[in-house]
Every structure is written in structure tokens, then in C-alpha cells.
């Protein structure tokens, strides 16, 4: 059974610093891309960051500054480094595999629909 487990959230000030963490229960990890979303009440879903096997990664825009991804590809295990939070950063972060043998695609990874496989959510709050 495929499994998505977010952890790492939590109350943070502004300025601060959180790391979350994906643990990956997938058949063959190399298989798939990860990637990390959020959403903010009333808010759709927005890409964050995405990883494949051989560790190249991409961000959105506006996060390649302060964020940055990382995957552990023998506990099976992905990263999001955040750092200088702002109260904007308030949001359910969502850890998602996509199913994908050749890595990581950039020009889609910030599309939610290619991700096969979703986490729970860990909530972020960034206190100002």
C-alpha cells in the first residue's frame, strides 16, 4: 500500500526556520519523482518544489531563495528545507510522488495533476 507521511510542521515566528519531512512507503523509490505543494485557506494548491532520483530539483519561483529539497533515496525518505518563513508561508504543506522512470521533467513538475500519490498535510503557521 503506497503511503505519503508529512511530518515537521508546526508554530513558527517569523524569520524562523522549519524542515519537513516525507516518509515514502513506495514500491521503488527511484521510480518517481517528489514533490512538495501547499495550500492556504481558500487558496488552490501551489507548487513548492520537486526532486527526482538523481537529485535534480526545481522550485517555484518565488521559493528558490528560502526553500530547498532534498530526498534520501535509501530510507526513502524527502526534505523541505525552509528557512526565513514569513507569515505567507502559512499553509497545509503536501508531500506527492509521481510515478515517472527517466527523472525529474521540469517544464511539468509544477502541475498537481502528474503527482499519482498524496500525503495527509503537515500544517505550517508563521506567526508575524
Known amino acids: 500500500q503506497v503511503q505519503l507521511e508529512e511530518s515537521g510542521g508546526g508554530l513558527v515566528q517569523a524569520g524562523g526556520s522549519l524542515r519537513l519531512s516525507c516518509k515514502a512507503s513506495l514500491r521503488t523509490f527511484r521510480n518517481y519523482n517528489m514533490g512538495w505543494f501547499r495550500q492556504a485557506p481558500g487558496q488552490e494548491r501551489e507548487f513548492v518544489a520537486a526532486i527526482g532520483w538523481s537529485g535534480t530539483s526545481t522550485y517555484a519561483d518565488s521559493k528558490k531563495d528560502r526553500f530547498s529539497i532534498s530526498r534520501d533515496n535509501v530510507n526513502y525518505m524527502v526534505y523541505l528545507q525552509m528557512d526565513g518563513l514569513k507569515p505567507e508561508d502559512t499553509a497545509v504543506y503536501y508531500c506527492?510522488?509521481?510515478?515517472?522512470?527517466?527523472?525529474?521533467?521540469?517544464?511539468?513538475?509544477?502541475?498537481?495533476?502528474?503527482?499519482?500519490?498524496w500525503g495527509q498535510g503537515t500544517q505550517v503557521t508563521v506567526s508575524s
Open positions: 506527492a510522488a509521481e510515478f515517472k522512470i527517466g527523472g525529474l521533467d521540469p517544464r511539468v513538475a509544477a502541475n498537481p495533476r502528474i503527482y499519482t500519490y
